[in-house]
């Protein structure tokens, strides 16, 4: 099946400081998904992105599916994005299973 | 618009117990996935429900089973617990027959196998 890799698998940040995390895949893609699991151990969808560029707020995201990798910016980061981000895709037809990387640890300090 | 939801939140069960499992989709979603998530590790898909049957199954044994109702909520039942199904139970929800099949999650249910 489609492999999913994530790095850096661990992230310290100042607050106010800019990051950048890296999923690659193995595989075409139909579904690429970037998620914000919070303390609670909620999955909160941050971007749908099987291809190009997306933006919203401090967040942006892009995905090379021809170079198979995707990439999720956090511009001036907050506490508050402390958590685990995952990248997850799909490769097998419409509306099939997610493969979750094994996710990046973000920590924001004050 | 509600969400995903899912109950219990959390339980506690005893080895070689049954337990099920509860999620209601997102509002106009036909599609329900169920993932589990051990401590430290991404959600491992388990299967998925689409029109009442199992459409798609991950490596997880037939212990695990499950329905789809035609209000499309869903069950997961887990036979014969074992210490090592103590995970995270994630639920997620979409619409086949879209492009656009983004997977909505719940809030999870917490299992512990004592």
């Known amino acids: 099946g489609i492999q999913v890799e994530q790095s850096p698998p661990d992230l310290i940040l100042q607050e106010g400081a800019n990051s950048t995390l890296r999923c690659n895949f193995s595989d075409s893609v139909n579904n690429l998904q970037w998620f914000h699991q919070n303390p609670w151990g909620q999955l909160i969808n941050l971007f749908y992105?099987?291809?190009g560029t997306k933006q919203n707020g401090r967040l942006s995201a892009t995905t090379v599916a021809t170079e198979r990798y995707s990439l999720l910016y956090i511009s001036s980061s907050q506490t508050t994005d402390s958590g685990v981000y995952f990248c997850a895709v799909s490769n097998t037809g419409a509306n099939s299973k997610l493969t979750f990387g094994k996710g990046i640890t973000l920590s924001v300090r004050p | 618009d509600a969400g995903v939801t899912q109950s219990p939140t959390h339980l506690i069960k005893t080895r070689g117990q049954q337990v099920t499992l509860r999620c209601s989709p997102k509002?106009?979603?036909?599609?329900v996935s169920w993932y589990q998530q051990a401590l430290g590790q991404g959600p491992q898909f388990i299967f998925q429900y689409y029109e009442e049957e199992e459409r798609q199954r991950g490596n997880f044994p037939d212990r695990f089973s499950g329905h789809q109702f035609p209000n499309y909520s869903s069950e997961l039942n887990v036979n014969a617990l074992l210490l090592g199904d103590s995970a995270l139970y994630l639920c997620?929800?979409?619409?086949?027959?879209?492009?656009?099949?983004?997977?909505?999650f719940g809030q999870g249910t917490r299992l512990t196998v004592v």
């Open positions: 997620a929800s979409s619409l086949t027959l879209l492009m656009n099949t983004e997977a909505f």
């Open positions: 992105i099987p291809s």
């Open positions: 509002s106009g979603h036909d599609t």
